[in-house]
């Protein structure tokens, strides 16, 4: 059985040789194996960050591929005019403004490309919240059905059987919208309390285009769509999810069940309740990662035992106790537990609690995955 087989069997709650290893390494692990300063692979795109991925898979041949790829190629529509450049640039860090120019204003963002770790926002585009969201809402959104899928397609033969090929999407909610606000989670509830009507705007216009782009990236036939979510439950409530994501959520499962197409949702933080209204409300067929307290709330024995026959479990190590400042001994004692916890009558892929830690020890990784090939046997 391949990588792919075992990973798509296991989603599907079918019979695999052994529990699938699929630790998260879809950013620090991959840029620090090329050698490079960590902006040639994001600023430059040199290489891409799902080539160098790729050299991750080669290197540790687990059953990956979940969390990579080049996506979807942008939409041949665009609203806006787009203008970068390099506004400072020091020994470690290069720093970017980027404009979207629209008829009504231009947004901009400024972004950090680290020498040694992976970006970060440190102005975002909405700053005046009544204008800019409006803004943002009317000229941001491109048609995803004209997107170009060539790239996706050369990465489909480039992974083959290592690992999964996958398209992701998303559905509303906070946990996008955070990334938007240059006050933050803070802004952003203010702006909500204050402004309702926009938000009522943001959800059918998000909600349509993700439609839209679930029925694209069905079309291109990936073995895999990544629901992307994170924080869903730390950076709202699940009323607010309950309003704003899950109705969406729902037509995305039910499209790609439709199509034959196996769903995997990633949501770090608190994911407990998460997983009940999936797994009772939705098409979903697996979710990851599952953290442990005190950044997420998960047991995986308590999730087995209450949602096992419904939603395939994807984790959950703790990325810094375990899988960066751990011993050997540690991960394969933390590995068996996990499998002891969930393993049970499949349904079940051994990862990580979120991303390893760039500076994660090889021989941690190695450790997971021959745990998962010996004690994971069914």
């Known amino acids: 059985m391949n990588s792919k087989e075992r990973f798509i069997k296991a989603l599907k709650h079918e019979k695999t040789d052994y529990i699938p290893p699929a630790p998260d390494t879809s950013n620090m692990i991959p840029c620090k194996l090329t050698g490079k300063p960590f902006w040639e692979i994001y600023l430059y795109q040199n290489p891409p960050l799902h080539l160098a991925y790729l050299e991750v898979l080669k290197k540790f041949r687990f059953d990956g591929g979940w969390e990579a790829g080049p996506g979807l190629g942008p939409s041949k529509e665009d609203k806006c005019e787009h203008k970068t450049k390099i506004i400072e640039r020091t020994d470690d860090k290069i720093v970017v403004r980027e404009d979207l120019i629209t008829p009504e ?23 005046e919240p009544e204008k800019d969201f409006s803004i943002y809402l009317k000229y ?36 996008n919208l955070v990334y938007l606000f240059d006050g933050g989670l803070e802004q952003l509830t203010y702006t909500y309390y204050d402004y309702p009507e926009l938000f009522d705007m943001y959800r059918e216009i998000d909600d349509e285009y993700t439609i839209k782009l679930t029925k694209r990236i ?53 994911s407990k309740e998460l997983v009940k209204i999936c797994a009772e409300e939705t ?21 087995k035992t209450k949602y096992g026959n419904k939603l395939c479990l994807m984790g959950n190590l703790h990325t810094t106790n375990v899988m960066l400042k751990g011993t050997v001994t540690d991960v394969i004692n933390a590995c068996k537990k996990a ?40």
Request: hydrophobic share 30%; net charge negative.
């Open 218 to 270: 069905i079309k291109s036939n990936p073995d895999l769509v990544l629901i992307g979510a994170s924080g869903t439950l730390t950076l709202s409530s699940p009323e607010l999810f309950r309003k704003f994501g899950l109705p969406t959520l729902k037509k995305i499962t039910k499209l790609c069940k439709d199509a034959g197409t196996p769903t995997l949702l990633h949501s770090c933080g608190k």
């Open 105 to 127: 204003g231009t947004l901009w963002q400024e972004i950090i490309y680290w020498k040694d770790q992976p970006p970060v926002q440190s102005r975002k585009f909405i700053k």
């Open 283 to 303: 098409d979903l067929c697996g979710i990851n990662p599952l953290e442990v307290p005190p950044m997420g709330d998960c047991d995986l024995k308590e999730l």
């Open 140 to 175: 941001c959104y491109n048609d995803p059905s004209s997107s170009d899928d060539t790239e996706f397609q050369n990465w489909k033969k480039l992974i083959g059987n290592m690992g999964v090929a996958t398209l992701s999407v998303s559905y509303p909610g906070f946990h």
């Open 339 to 378: 499998i002891d916890d969930a393993g049970k009558d499949g349904g079940f892929i051994l990862s990580t609690g979120d991303q390893c830690p760039r500076d994660t020890p090889d021989e941690n990784i190695y450790a997971l995955i021959e745990t998962a090939k010996t004690y994971g046997k069914y």
